[in-house]
T-cell receptor
Framework: GAVVSQHPSRVICKSGTSVKIECRSLDFQATTMFWYRQFPKQSLMLMATSNEGSKATYEQGVEKDKFLINHASLTLSTLTVTSAHPEDSSFYIC????????????FGDGTRLSIL | TQLLEQSPQFLSIQEGENLTVYCNSSSVFSSLQWYRQEPGEGPVLLVTVVTGGEVKKLKRLTFQFGDARKDSSLHITAAQPGDTGLYLCAGLTGNQFYFGTGTSLTVIP
């Protein structure tokens, strides 16, 4: 149980394109989803916390207009990287829980975003 | 400045050797977790420790939570190539959750 599916697994696109990444909890209801960014061989950096039905909370230094998050249902959150540029290239990972950080996080397999 | 500092950052050892990874902080955590992540995948939870001084074993892996709940260690006995990966500690303090800086382990056959 507790499977989180992230799609797509890899995206390569031109600079200026907007890219949407989906994070789905397949067998449980995720009241909270987290979005992380990770550079090669480095740790995960929390970008934002997404609660179903409310606006996402962004960490300091993360542009909310650049990284649009929508958590429209208890099983789906999306991250849209708007007008992506090469510096946005990274590995993006989502996780889902039934109740914030105090419940176990279940991670997706990540999305490798490459902006040319 | 990272709240959870891991050492070493990189480690390359021969198959069969033992190793220890450290996770240190000046903050107290109500719980601490260890994850292993392989390239192109999400992190996978290995263990959660919640009690100061707690020791948990998972086959060849031994996890210890410091008495003051500020630090933790991961010891691997007789490392195998399949142990290769990025090891991450992560701690919960208050309502905040922090990942450690990470330790990239390579086990050479």
């Amino acid at each position: 149980g507790a499977v989180v599916s992230q799609h797509p697994s890899r995206v390569i696109c031109k600079s200026g394109t907007s890219v949407k990444i989906e994070c789905r909890s397949l067998d449980f209801q995720a009241t909270t989803m987290f979005w992380y960014r990770q550079f090669p061989k480095q740790s995960l950096m929390l970008m934002a916390t997404s609660n179903e039905g409310s606006k996402a909370t962004y960490e300091q230094g993360v542009e909310k207009d650049k990284f649009l998050i929508n958590h429209a249902s208890l099983t789906l959150s999306t991250l849209t990287v708007t007008s992506a540029h090469p510096e946005d290239s990274s590995f993006y990972i989502c996780s889902a829980t039934t109740g914030g950080f105090r419940q176990p996080q279940h991670f997706g397999d990540g999305t490798r975003l490459s902006i040319l | 400045t990272q709240l959870l500092e891991q050492s070493p950052q990189f480690l390359s050892i021969q198959e069969g050797e033992n190793l220890t990874v450290y996770c240190n902080s000046s903050s107290v955590f109500s719980s601490l977790q260890w994850y292993r992540q392989e390239p192109g995948e999400g992190p996978v939870l290995l263990v959660t420790v919640v009690t100061g001084g707690e020791v948990k074993k998972l086959k060849r892996l031994t996890f210890q939570f410091g008495d003051a709940r500020k630090d933790s260690s991961l010891h691997i006995t007789a490392a195998q190539p399949g142990d290769t990966g990025l090891y991450l500690c992560a701690g919960l303090t208050g309502n905040q959750f922090y990942f450690g800086t990470g330790t990239s382990l390579t086990v050479i056959p």
